[in-house]
């Protein structure tokens, strides 16, 4: 298995330029890729990044801005 590069909410936002609420947002609409280790949130880079190119994203984070 490869080296997968796992990121905390926190990288996450910081990697995508947004703000944590808005990783949490996602994460209750059940949109964003991610896993829990605990209680806490963790996410793998690449399947982000597939989630990103698939554009799925695009209308995920739409909807998790709206409610601002």
Request: charged share 20%.
């Amino acid at each position: 298995m490869a080296n997968r590069q796992i990121l905390t909410v926190s990288e996450l936002a910081e990697q995508l330029n947004v703000h944590p609420v808005t990783i949490y947002r996602l994460l209750k609409n059940g949109n964003l890729p991610g896993f829990k280790v605990g209680r806490v949130w963790r996410f793998d880079l690449l399947e982000v990044t597939e989630w990103l190119g698939s554009g799925e994203s695009l209308q995920s984070a739409s909807s998790a801005t709206a409610d601002d």
